[in-house]
């Protein structure tokens, strides 16, 4: 099984490049920060430590001891050339060099090159001062001669010039080359690393991969897009939200109504997997399409550690007429609920103080008994839940709902952790019907805009404190 998804998940990358280059965006500033780091770390090392070196150089031809040069007109020339040099750069003459006791000091690297298809060779010494290399330069050409004997007795080289100051060449460090490469090797690398990252994981990127990957397919995709100024929320029945936002909410509802039809569901929980995924504002459009197709719908806000929906739509509340009101038995459902909007369609049982420990209220069965009588009065109940993966306030709330579906934001949302909390809702009762792939980019890599920070539910704990 994990074999097959991993199959899955590269079939689907090798599709969606998209996915790939909004990996590389999300992570592009700290790659690029971590090269530029590399880069500053390695040249200021290198500076301290590397310096500059010194060249000396001279020309030398391989002739033929014959005066008459027959065996250089036999065309032997080349091997007698690669032999002279294999003696310049062997290390048998290194070390003739290393027992004379006025070079054994010398640092430094000596090296013999053949000028193109010619003769003529360049033997050059490199150390870390004029003299070193100048010294190193002569003490080859002094000690050539005891060895070359091993190797061809037929040629011998000849200096074109004599040895010369004149002729040491000063080598810079390539300090900022070498911290330039470095910086690249770490470009590479982070590029690399993400883009491995990318194809290992399995969170959920596209709507194909997730009717793959996921247990409950996905019903839907909402298309990423900004709120205008002033908006409270990115609701359908604002003229100011955007068009595509609008129909592709309509075509998750249709979906979403479709598998509670068939079922005969009448309560849909709306939840997520983590926070900032857009689910409340997926609870009320879902309401608000619903209640537009003629149907009584209630929605209904269980996010009693965060909630929105007042806020959303800007109804007031008196003190005790809120949900927990009713689950504490201090309201009656007739004053609770609340119109929203233009349509007598859709009420709305909203929360405005921020309760302590709400699972232990919402675990109570005044939850199961309220939304049988708010069943009664409509054709669907939306409930809004916190996110599922942080609090066990959707897991509670699901015992006493018909349905569930999850919001998760793209490329956010790993598909084993979907699978996992659609077996806790299974088990809690409930059915999970799908899931909303919701924030789609698309071909929108560099887009902008945001729906809004839902907030972290960390903080909560400091509320219930001051509460206390």
Same mark, same amino acid.
Request: glycine share 8%; hydrophobic share 40%.
């Given at each position: 099984? /994990? ?74 020339? !080349? ?6 040099? &294999? ?12 027992? !004379? ?5 010398? !640092?430094? %690297? ?15 010494? %490199?150390?870390?001062?004029? /003299? ?28 074109? &010039? ?43 990127? &596209?709507?194909?991969? +997730? /009717? ?24 359908? %029945?604002?003229? @100011? ?13 249709? #979906? ?23 689910? &409340? ?7 608000? #399409? ?14 009693? @550690? ?18 927990? +009101? ?14 929203? +909007? ?14 302590? /420990? ?33 609090? @066990? ?25 979907? !699978? ?6 299974? #088990? ?14 698309? #071909? ?7 729906? +809004? ?16």
């Amino acid at each position: 099984m /994990e074999q097959n998804q991993r199959d899955i998940r590269k079939d689907y990358l090798a599709q969606d490049y998209q996915y790939l280059f909004r990996c590389l965006k999300r992570n592009l500033f700290v790659i690029v920060m971590c090269a530029c780091i590399t880069l500053i770390g390695v040249y200021v090392a290198l500076d301290y430590f590397m310096k500059d070196s010194y060249q000396a150089s001279i020309q030398l031809a391989v002739v033929p001891r014959d005066a008459a040069g027959s065996k250089q007109s036999d065309g032997s020339v !080349n091997t007698a050339v690669s032999r002279s040099m &294999s003696v310049l750069n062997s290390s048998m003459l290194k070390e003739q060099i290393r027992k !004379n006791s006025e070079t054994e000091a010398l !640092n430094g %690297t000596l090296r013999a090159a053949q000028v193109g298809q010619t003769n003529l060779i360049t033997m050059s010494a %490199t150390a870390d001062t004029a /003299e070193h290399a100048f010294r190193l330069l002569k003490a080859g050409l002094e000690n050539y001669p005891q060895l070359s004997g091993y190797f061809e007795t037929g040629y011998l080289l000849q200096r074109l &010039s004599g040895l010369s100051a004149d002729s040491i060449i000063t080598l810079p460090a390539r300090t900022e080359y070498y911290a330039f490469m470095a910086g690249m090797l770490v470009l590479a690398a982070g590029v690399g690393l993400t883009v491995m990252a990318a194809v290992m994981t399995d969170k959920i990127h &596209s709507a194909e991969q +997730g /009717e793959k990957l996921l247990e409950t397919g996905i019903l839907g995709k909402l298309v990423y897009v900004k709120k205008g100024k002033k908006q409270n929320a990115l609701l359908i %029945t604002d003229p @100011r939200t955007d068009a595509f936002y609008i129909e592709d909410v309509d075509k998750m509802v249709t #979906n979403v109504q479709e598998k509670m039809d068939a079922h005969h569901y009448k309560t849909l929980m709306v939840t997520s997997v983590q926070e900032n995924e857009g689910k &409340s504002t997926g609870a009320a459009n879902i309401a608000l #399409n619903l209640a537009q197709r003629g149907n009584r719908v209630v929605l209904v806000d269980c996010d009693l @550690r965060r909630p929105a929906l007042r806020k959303m739509f800007e109804l007031y509340v008196d003190k005790g007429i809120e949900l927990t +009101g009713l689950l504490e038995g201090k309201s009656e459902l007739a004053d609770a609920l609340q119109p929203v +909007g233009q349509t007598d369609n859709l009420s709305a049982v909203v929360q405005f103080k921020v309760v302590p /420990e709400p699972d232990k209220l919402l675990e109570k069965q005044e939850l199961g008994e309220l939304l049988e009588q708010i069943k009664a009065q409509a054709d669907y109940v939306i409930l809004d839940t916190p996110p599922m993966g942080i609090v @066990r306030d959707a897991e509670v709330t699901a015992k006493s709902a018909d349905a569930a579906i999850l919001f998760i934001k793209q490329d956010e949302v790993k598909a084993a952790v979907v !699978n996992d909390l659609v077996d806790l809702l299974e #088990n809690a009762g409930t059915s999970a019907i799908g899931c909303v792939l919701n924030m789609t980019r698309g #071909n929108l890599i560099l887009g902008g805009g945001s729906y +809004g920070k839902y907030g972290k539910y960390g903080g909560y704990r400091y509320g219930y404190k001051a509460q206390r």
